[in-house]
């Protein structure tokens, strides 16, 4: 597997170690949305043990679907947990088909379409030879979840085929492709414009393109937004005049 696709999968999926799903009741409605959660609130990381991903899952096969999250989202975190890449690709197996499951009772909720595509992004990062061969499932899932809710987790969906088109290899091998990346990184920005790693992406994704007018200029804006400590305010303020230098004297060139 090429040394760029395997950065892409250590890179993408580190977005999100895991995923947070608020403790309410979730059900099918009629048009197969979940309507007790508000995805909006989706934030990542919430630890759980391997016993809760089993309980969730044994509800899941009973057609829970709200189980099926919690289960797939529990695996995604357990994933983390170890360091033996058998054990972790074992998991990541179990959380994809969960939240496959998931997608299946809930196929119109933005949150089910995100949590599938981490996984399988996940099982992709631990199974290498299937790394290529998974990224249309990624591309597929994260598409869907940016149609049914693109502000799940600070714009996750957009930024996630940011992530995918930025660091994938181009055509023929795979579907890298800056201006797409550049696409959804600002699509993500509008949506969530106070999300660090949206407007991160995109500076990368212009300094990729040779635009670095642009890139200097919302690199700067974001330093600016950041104000640090007091202690530490000499310093910044001494950095980003620095940046402003550099970026003039490129823009001069």
Same mark, same amino acid.
């Given at each position: 597997?090429?040394?760029?696709?395997?950065?892409?999968?250590?890179?993408?999926?580190?977005?999100?170690?895991?995923? !947070?799903?608020?403790?309410?009741?979730?059900?099918?409605?009629?048009?197969?949305?979940?309507?007790?959660?508000?995805?909006?609130?989706?934030?990542?990381?919430?630890?759980?043990?391997?016993?809760?991903?089993?309980?969730?899952?044994?509800?899941?096969?009973?057609?829970?679907?709200?189980?099926?999250?919690?289960?797939?989202?529990?695996?995604?975190?357990?994933?983390?947990?170890?360091?033996?890449?058998?054990?972790?690709?074992?998991? /990541?197996?179990?959380?994809?088909?969960?939240?496959?499951?998931?997608?299946?009772?809930?196929?119109?909720?933005?949150? /089910? !379409?995100?949590?599938?595509?981490?996984?399988?992004?996940?099982?992709?990062?631990?199974?290498?030879?299937?790394?290529?061969?998974?990224?249309?499932?990624?591309?597929?899932?994260?598409?869907?979840?940016?149609?049914?809710?693109?502000?799940?987790?600070?714009?996750?969906?957009?930024?996630?085929?940011?992530?995918?088109?930025?660091?994938?290899?181009?055509?023929?091998?795979?579907?890298?492709?800056?201006?797409?990346?550049?696409?959804?990184?600002?699509?993500?920005?509008?949506?969530?414009?106070? !999300?660090?790693?949206?407007?991160?992406?995109?500076?990368?994704?212009?300094?990729?393109?040779?635009?670095?007018?642009?890139?200097?200029?919302?690199? !700067?804006?974001?330093?600016?937004?950041?104000?640090? /400590?007091?202690?530490?305010?000499?310093?910044?303020?001494?950095?980003?005049?620095?940046?402003?230098?550099?970026?003039?004297?490129?823009?001069?060139?």
């Amino acid at each position: 597997m090429p040394y760029a696709f395997s950065s892409l999968l250590v890179f993408l999926f580190v977005l999100a170690a895991c995923t !947070h799903l608020p403790e309410q009741s979730v059900h099918k409605t009629e048009t197969g949305t979940i309507s007790a959660i508000t995805e909006a609130d989706f934030r990542i990381c919430d630890p759980c043990t391997r016993n809760q991903a089993q309980g969730w899952a044994a509800a899941a096969r009973r057609g829970d679907g709200s189980s099926a999250l919690k289960a797939a989202n529990c695996y995604a975190f357990l994933v983390r947990q170890k360091k033996d890449k058998t054990l972790r690709l074992a998991d /990541a197996v179990k959380g994809r088909k969960l939240a496959e499951a998931a997608v299946i009772m809930f196929p119109k909720s933005g949150l /089910a !379409h995100y949590v599938y595509a981490y996984l399988t992004g996940l099982e992709a990062e631990n199974d290498p030879l299937r790394g290529l061969e998974l990224v249309p499932v990624i591309e597929r899932e994260a598409t869907l979840a940016a149609k049914f809710n693109p502000e799940v987790n600070g714009a996750g969906p957009d930024r996630m085929l940011g992530e995918l088109y930025l660091r994938a290899p181009g055509a023929p091998l795979s579907i890298g492709d800056l201006e797409k990346a550049a696409a959804h990184y600002r699509r993500a920005i509008a949506i969530a414009p106070k !999300h660090t790693e949206n407007q991160l992406g995109l500076v990368e994704t212009l300094i990729e393109e040779g635009e670095d007018e642009e890139a200097c200029t919302h690199l !700067h804006g974001l330093l600016s937004g950041m104000r640090p /400590a007091r202690s530490s305010e000499t310093s910044w303020r001494k950095t980003l005049g620095l940046l402003k230098r550099l970026c003039s004297m490129r823009d001069s060139e």
